[in-house]
């Protein structure tokens, strides 16, 4: 599950962006804050020590694990990753990621995933979060086959979806908008509920 994170506000006159080891450990699922700055005194993290004290930029850190200009949200291991993506073992994530197929981290001997990033890119900008199924499962909710949903996201993209690995993944709410039945809303992929 993403973690959901106390943090106490920032020192008077502190960038806010700057946040000390006990807050990085915590948004990135970290149980103890000495990872956090055990990894940063070996070089997988940025930060700089202050005396006794390492701090970290958690813009700098979130765009590592995001990529530039994706947009904000929890950050998640991979064993949620997959779990969200309906895979069936951590393995498939992680290998994905390996292979450049999935944007993520690997900070120390953890996998990192944005799922805000990972979810828009499934979904594409502006949709809300929910559920992401595979080309089967959407299939079954709107009575088609799996083929007329694949033809629909295949380029130039009727549906809109993202093929990770081998597997095609759709935003149920993605969906959902695009069935819309309002004159400026319908797409082809509304004409799939009608065959």
């Known amino acids: 599950m993403a973690r959901t994170v106390q943090e106490p506000p920032a020192p ?36 700089i020590k202050v005396g006794r004290d390492w701090l970290f930029s958690w813009q700098a850190t979130y765009e590592r694990i995001a990529g530039s200009a994706a ?12 779990r969200r993506l309906g895979f069936r073992d951590t393995q498939t994530v992680t290998d ?20 805000a990033a990972i979810y828009q890119r499934i979904a594409g900008p502006g949709v809300p979060d929910g559920p992401v199924l595979r080309a089967a499962q ?9 083929k007329v949903i694949r033809k629909a996201a295949a380029p130039p ?23 819309d039945p309002q004159p400026e809303a319908v797409t082809a992929a509304g004409s799939l509920a009608r065959r």
């Open 96 to 115: 994905l990621a390996a292979a450049g197929k999935l944007h993520g981290a690997k900070i120390g001997h953890t996998w990192l995933f944005a799922w």
């Open 12 to 47: 008077a006159g502190r960038d806010p962006d700057v946040i000390g080891a006990a807050v990085l450990a915590a948004r990135l699922g970290f149980k103890d804050p000495q990872t956090v700055t055990d990894l940063a005194a070996a070089g997988e993290l940025a930060g």
């Open 138 to 146: 959407l299939a079954r909710r709107f009575g088609v086959t799996t």
């Open 71 to 82: 947009p904000a949200g929890p950050v998640i291991g991979a064993a949620e990753l997959a």
């Open 157 to 179: 993209g009727k549906l809109h979806g993202c093929k990770i690995g081998k597997q095609w993944l759709f935003a149920l709410e993605a969906a959902r908008l695009q069935m």
